[in-house]
């Protein structure tokens, strides 16, 4: 919460608590403040456990971080029983991309070739990958 505060709105921040509490009645502020960020920390903590019991014992794993959307996508995409690794593995990005550049610029190569022509028989449509250097690759009005 406060990890964007820097040293110097910090300081200006402590200037003004002295200017508005006065210096002997900021100690005693500043007591009651840590006092009640304690009791919002205990209540919290509580409510958790709560929730924890009334899930019961199949949820004792539970962690609210969880339920942020980031650390959930995380954290099934390292499971194993998913079988995702796999898949993420045997995707090379780089090697796709090249294939695909390959194609567009007319170079042949024996990847782009079988590709595009696996992508042909898989598609039932005829790909056509001639081109002359000036003209336009062709346009697919259903693929837009």
């Known amino acids: 919460m406060f990890n964007d505060i820097g040293p110097l709105e910090l300081v200006a921040l402590i200037v003004l608590a002295v200017l508005v509490f ?3 009645k900021l100690p005693k502020v500043i007591q009651d ?3 009640t960020v304690r009791k919002i920390r205990e209540f919290s ?3 958790k456990q709560d929730i924890r019991t009334e899930l019961g014992p199949e949820f004792k794993d539970f962690e609210f971080e969880d339920l942020n959307p980031k650390t959930f996508i995380r954290k099934q995409l390292d499971n194993d ?3 995702l690794k796999e898949l993420r593995n ?3 990005l780089k090697k796709e991309m090249a294939e695909v550049t390959d194609a567009v610029h007319g170079r042949d ?10 992508a042909a028989a898989s598609s039932g449509a005829r790909v056509d990958m001639t081109k002359k250097p000036d003209e336009r690759p062709p346009f697919d009005a259903d693929a837009t």
């Open 22 to 24: 006065g210096p002997d």
């Open 33 to 35: 403040v840590m006092r």
């Open 45 to 47: 903590e509580s409510a």
């Open 81 to 83: 029983d998913l079988g």
């Open 90 to 92: 045997g995707f090379d």
């Open 109 to 118: 190569t024996d990847q782009s070739d079988s590709s595009a022509s696996s």
